[in-house]
């Protein structure tokens, strides 16, 4: 009889702790329909779990990655353009976490991409890496996280443009 009071009790205290939310993360306005043809991105995951907060985060972001951070590329990219360039980018990796000690208010991000560039007879490819972070507030509603990903996704296309532009420069002399 004790056994199955200690089963139940572990049962509950598991139950308690298991809260899993899952919040739409809408990035429709970072989406520019035919912002650069000539650069294509795929890859990533479809949803993204918030790292460090006492309950389970899911970001289900629409559209996706992808296309979200094809859309800002070229449209960051688009005063670097050359004549035949073409970009082609995979591998998206992305994480999100939050350091409850050093900054419960703020959300970072990792961002990465393998990029192979071609331009006039010349090719390159290289994996470019960047990490964000973007203000959520303490004690912020998971919409708050959902709402700063449109911002991190933003400052991390910059900062992977800022980098590809460095290799368009030397490869397109």
């Not at 043809?37 to 993204?48: N, Q």
Request: hydrophobic letters at 40%.
């Amino acid at each position: 009889m004790k056994r199955f009071g200690v089963i139940g009790a572990a049962l509950l205290l598991g139950a308690c702790g298991g809260q899993h939310v899952r919040e739409p993360a809408a990035l429709g306005d970072l989406v520019k329909s035919g912002a650069a043809p000539w650069l294509t991105v795929t890859g990533g995951a479809d949803k993204l779990d918030v790292r460090g907060l006492d309950h389970k985060l899911t970001l289900q972001p629409a559209p996706d990655l992808a296309t979200a951070i094809q859309s800002q590329l070229g449209t960051q990219l688009a005063s670097s353009y050359v004549h035949d360039l073409v970009v082609t980018c995979s591998g998206l990796t992305s994480s999100l976490r939050v350091d409850q000690d050093k900054s419960p208010g703020n959300v970072a991000m990792d961002l990465g991409l393998h990029c192979s560039l071609w331009v006039q007879g010349y090719e390159t490819a290289h994996d470019y890496k960047t990490q964000s972070s973007a203000s959520v507030g303490s004690g912020a509603g998971d919409q708050a996280y959902a709402q700063a990903l449109s911002k991190l996704l933003v400052d991390g296309a910059g900062d992977i443009a800022e980098q590809m532009r460095g290799d368009l420069r030397k490869i397109a002399r």
